[in-house]
């Protein structure tokens, strides 16, 4: 295929023009990134006007612009609707990067940026697989783009954008390049969503910190309070005391269950590779099980108090937590997050007050591997890798992927080729120059499966 | 007494000189004011030698130096040894005080500002004291004054500083005032002081922050797990877990107890001032005795994961938190430091590391009413304050009490003029105008009784 000849060809530049993106500090969860989160989607824009796209628009939603351009060959075609997002995580603790986080660098064959893999890297081999087929008039079908900015913060707005444009996003499926792989050797196609519901707690004890000499003892404080809290959210079982959590979880069959533990998984190169003695999670399922078909709760961040440098007697007027579950199929997010407050309420003592903020959330989803889709998506691995994905199911949330199946009755493809090692969300978050180029191939090759009649 | 009405016709430039030295923000735990640390203390000698000393010197130690001064009018005459620190508490969170911490602005009669009262506002009613009794003549002992600039971060050089000097710092009575009245209607002495131990946990989990959805629900959360420990060093009837902790608490006569129990006290005006719905602590206990004669633990700061806006799905590497135990006479500092230590070790998971680092201590201490340099004490108030004040134990610490105790074998006298209300260690720390000013008075009668034959 040409395409393919032209994509091998440009490798630098489709490198140096991923590392100008990698450059845009579009960070969605602190307001002072605005400015480069527009810069972002503008670079965007110009990148699909250059490929060749017959329109594209930045449309303004009550957060991030979301990105959309299409390029309609015939009405009578197949149509894909590409999704992906060109926000990213927050950086910090920036100290802990060993070159900074919005200055890529390539070292051993691997692009070091936050978002080189999640999601701009990713996005952008869309991008760049329909420039390769556009030019050598080999793009199959119809193609829409459709690049979000606050994913990374539960796309809040793209619910509306996908309500008000149900015509415009028409299409037979939907592609998405945001997740992972097992590994090079062995590719997997994700099949499997965990929802997602995010809040943050505030527990509040005497209206001002007090020194912890004159009133520890006497009045209770917030932070041993908090603690006391998170503590009783799970058992000596790792089971999730939230009344009615599990009510809506699906025990897998023990055949499906046969199926997952025949993933290639090492739990001792998992524990040398994390540097942990032992893992946690629930009693009675394995480490593949709890993050695939179980759903968690976790303490994304806790704080309060003093927490400089040296040493403060405070008893402090607060503390915080920032706690979210990860959510399987059939648990309704906004249930869940009614569930967690209404407890947590529950449980609070009284000599606190108790504060639970929503922050967001979205559905877990089960992709079917018997579609047309999948079989274009697993074709193309075929046919790029030389390999028969395995289908997966991932711990990750793509909150929209259940937003598409309600709105839109549309299953997503989940074609991505990010590795565990590419520490997204970390400190040196990164993405094999292998996986890049490889994953453009892929791509290409999905349109040329996925228009077959 | 002339020296009394000369106090009282000094009173603006009295003020005026306190808040030139309430302007350097000696804040001792964190290194990057350690230029302002210099600043206090070369103040405090200049203020020293107007007063007229016969010589005052900076110690230099391994941490701040300790500012020295004396004044001998006859080897034969009894001696006081006057304590005080010049460092102060770390001023943050500063967006919440309603003025600047480190520019002193007097309402409602109060001095607002970081050390107004603790403990340069006490302190330096000492170096005023003295210069009234110099000008008048009415000096009736000799004098030595040890001001410090570690007390906030537990005094550590001190003790070096005391060691070697004990012949130089020879005395009859130590006199401090650091620590607080019932109120400007019932004044009171602290014949008690609780001991302290500071540590900082830290707790390893992954080798890296972690990607919430991959890996949540199969590796351990360090922030999780520093909860369930946190939660069990207490149990559900207030007491510490730790083996060992309460083996040398000295539990108080019945008589003893009913004593205390006279203090006036109201829960209700001590809850709604704290806007507290209940005050918690150990059972069987008042909240006087929770304070007074019960030692404590409390987190006095914790920290982990993302602390930032919004949300990220972050499982943590780490998360750390400090704690400190008050402790009653008998409970040595080191050896509960070493027990609390040992015990988080021993309670944390397989699947964590612990680090525990001790970051400071210090002894409690009880002081004898029967001495002379109370009966002075207690005299200086009747003298000063037309009231005869009631001998309190204070749940605070000041570890050099003990130290002075050990290595000089003398007993402090704790003549301090605090309120509860001057929100010591808090934002909008103060200190009543009438407290500093009859506080300068009352040392001034202090020194006259207690050098009566």
Redesign the interface.
């Known amino acids: 295929m040409k395409s393919i000849d032209y994509i091998l060809s440009n490798k630098q530049r489709y490198l140096d023009e991923l590392f100008e993106l990698l450059r845009i500090p579009s960070v969605?969860?602190?307001?002072k990134f605005s400015g480069d989160i527009r810069k972002a989607a503008e670079f965007i824009r110009d990148k699909f006007n250059e490929a060749g796209v017959d329109s594209v628009e930045i449309h303004e939603t009550d957060g991030n612009p979301v990105v959309y351009a299409e390029k309609i060959l015939d009405k009578t075609l197949p149509t894909v609707l590409v999704y992906g997002h060109y926000d990213v995580?927050?950086a910090?603790p920036y100290e802990?990067w060993d070159s900074p986080p919005f200055e890529p660098v390539i070292k051993d064959d691997r692009i070091y940026a936050r978002g080189a893999c999640d999601d701009k890297g990713q996005m952008y081999m869309h991008v760049k697989a329909f420039e390769a087929m556009i030019k050598h008039d080999e793009l199959p079908c119809n193609v829409k783009f459709m690049i979000e900015g606050e994913e990374?913060?539960?796309s809040e707005h793209l619910g509306d954008f996908v309500k008000a444009n149900k015509e415009k996003l028409a299409a037979d499926v939907i592609l998405v390049s945001d997740t992972?792989i097992l590994s090079n050797d062995c590719p997997s196609i994700t099949v499997g969503l965990?929802g997602?519901s995010?809040i943050e707690v505030e527990v509040t004890?005497?209206?001002?910190?007090?020194?912890?000499?004159?009133?520890?003892?006497?009045?209770?404080?917030p932070?041993?309070t908090?603690?006391?809290m998170?503590?009783?959210l799970?058992d000596d079982k790792g089971h999730i005391t939230v009344p009615g959590f599990y009510d809506k979880v699906q025990d897998l069959s023990e055949a499906d269950r046969a199926a997952m533990a025949k993933a290639p998984f090492d739990i001792e190169m998992y524990k040398k590779e994390?540097?942990?003695?032992?893992?946690?999670?629930?009693e009675g399922f394995s480490?593949l099980e709890?993050?695939g078909i179980?759903?968690?709760l976790?303490?994304?961040?806790?704080?309060?108090?003093?927490?400089?440098?040296?040493?403060?007697?405070?008893?402090?007027s607060k503390?915080?937590?920032?706690i979210?579950c990860?959510l399987v199929p059939n648990q309704d997010h906004e249930e869940i997050t009614e569930l967690v407050a209404r407890h947590l309420e529950k449980i609070a003592?009284?000599?606190?007050k108790v504060k639970v903020t929503p922050?967001?959330g979205g559905q877990a989803a089960v992709i079917p591997t018997d579609s047309k889709g999948y079989r274009a998506a697993s074709q193309a691995f075929e046919k790029a890798w030389g390999k028969t994905p395995i289908p997966m199911r991932?711990?990750?949330?793509i909150p929209i992927v259940g937003l598409f199946q309600d709105v839109l009755g549309l299953d997503s493809i989940l074609l991505g080729f990010g590795l565990?090692q590419d520490?997204?969300?970390?400190?040196?978050e990164s993405y094999g120059v292998f996986n890049y180029m490889k994953g453009i191939e892929t791509i290409t090759w999905f349109y040329q499966f996925f228009a077959k009649k």
Chains 1, 2 share one sequence.
């Open positions: 969605s969860a602190d307001k995580q927050p910090d802990l990374e913060v539960g992972s965990r997602l995010y004890g005497p209206n001002r910190d007090l020194h912890s000499g004159i009133y520890g003892g006497a009045v209770g404080n932070i041993n908090l603690c006391d998170v503590s009783q799970i994390l540097d942990i003695d032992d893992v946690k999670g629930e480490t709890r993050v179980r759903p968690t976790d303490v994304n961040g806790i704080w309060g108090g003093y927490i400089g440098e040296g040493a403060k007697t405070v008893l402090p503390a915080y937590a920032k979210s990860r003592p009284k000599h606190v922050l967001h991932d711990g990750g949330s565990d520490a997204i969300h970390s400190p040196n």
